[in-house]
């Protein structure tokens, strides 16, 4: 029987690439739905009651919608985090969880060094500023987006330290960063630390002051990952101690800490006004494109690869 197979968006991709997903389900023969700039969860438990599989971004996939699709056998995330789908209940339910690791990778390396270059530039307002080259970047996870920011930093000039305890240190070298041998030494060695770690239990709330004090005079903080990994009360208190550091974030912070980054360090700090690290056309066709191969790869020849809640 035909499968269906839901796109639901409460961001949209660009319209290019949304047509180009539904694309690739309609030639597989299946039922293309598109649920897009939804408000609520009314949208969303309504449309996935009879899709065999969806394909969403930040959309949240939590108990309540699983238990409304009668159907699903697959979701898959377009883009890297998952940390939006309850996986433990979607493999409850038998309904497998994917990611779409790298292909967005590029996107947000390329944010990195905007927001690094017009941060260096004291955000273009006509004084003299500072330049990259010669400057020490410390990347904490070393993962698709981190070799892409590794690779961009090499044309900056800039000498690359990572640190990752998953990723062998011969890996690291091969592409083109130093390991260093524990998260301290990172934060030590670097004028500027990108945070590239995913949100899991262990690295929830784990950057905070004890790391954070650790920068040399000058340091820059740079969170292109997720709002939870940072502790946001040691942040403030890091930076009322520390006149020097800085914060570039593609995450905004919880309002009350806005609010006091807003009176208090404001000069300091840049926080893209939406998420946007993913957000550019070409990303948005690798993601929203991988994500549907791989659901007509899981259904026609039984491919498992990038499942999350095995
Ligand atoms: P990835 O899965 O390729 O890499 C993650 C890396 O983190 C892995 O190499 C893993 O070994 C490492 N890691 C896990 N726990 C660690 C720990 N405790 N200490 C050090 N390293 C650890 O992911 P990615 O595609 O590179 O994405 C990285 C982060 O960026 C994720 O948090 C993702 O959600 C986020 N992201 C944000 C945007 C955006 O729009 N801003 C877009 C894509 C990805």
Redesign the pocket.
């Known amino acids: 029987m035909s499968k269906t197979v839901l796109l639901a968006t409460e961001k949209p991709f660009s319209a290019a690439a949304r047509d180009e997903v539904v694309a690739i389900i309609k030639q597989a023969g299946y039922t293309a739905k598109v649920l897009e700039s939804y408000k609520g969860k009314g949208p969303l438990l309504e449309a996935i009651a009879d899709a065999d599989a969806a394909i969403i971004r930040s959309d949240i996939v939590d108990q309540e919608v699983l238990d409304a699709a009668k159907n699903l056998k697959l979701v898959v995330r377009a ?3 998952y ?1 939006n789908i309850d996986c433990a209940a979607a493999k409850a339910k038998g309904v497998a969880a994917m990611n779409t ?2 292909q ?2 590029n ?2 390396a390329e ?1 990195v060094f905007g927001m690094m270059v017009y941060l260096a530039r004291g955000k273009f307002n006509g004084k003299t500023g500072g330049e990259l080259r010669g400057k020490t970047l410390g990347l ?8 892409a920011v590794a690779t961009i930093a090499k044309g900056f000039g800039m000498t690359v330290f990572a ?5 062998k240190p011969e890996a690291i070298k091969e592409a083109g960063a130093e390991p260093v041998g524990s ?1 301290e030494e990172l934060y030590k060695r670097s004028q500027y630390v990108s ?6 239990a ?2 929830k709330n ?1 950057i905070g002051k004890k790391l954070l004090s650790l920068l040399p005079k000058g340091g820059v903080l740079i969170n ?3 709002k939870e ?1 940072i502790n946001e009360a040691e942040l403030l208190e890091v930076f009322a101690e520390r006149a020097d550091i800085k914060y570039l974030s ?2 905004a912070p919880s309002d009350a800490t806005a609010a006091v980054i807003k009176e208090k360090f404001d000069a300091r700090v840049y926080v893209t006004p939406q ?5 550019t056309e070409e ?1 948005n066709v690798n993601a929203g494109l991988a994500a549907a191969r791989q659901i007509v790869g899981f259904f026609e020849r039984g491919e498992k690869n990038f499942i999350v809640n095995p």
Do not use: W
């Open positions: 883009g890297a985090g940390d690791p790298g967005n990778a996107a947000v944010l904490h996870a070393f993962g698709a987006v981190s070799r640190y990752d305890p998953f990723v998260v945070l590239h770690i995913p949100a899991t262990e690295t784990s292109t990952a997720r990994v593609d995450i998420k946007m690290g993913a957000q990303a």
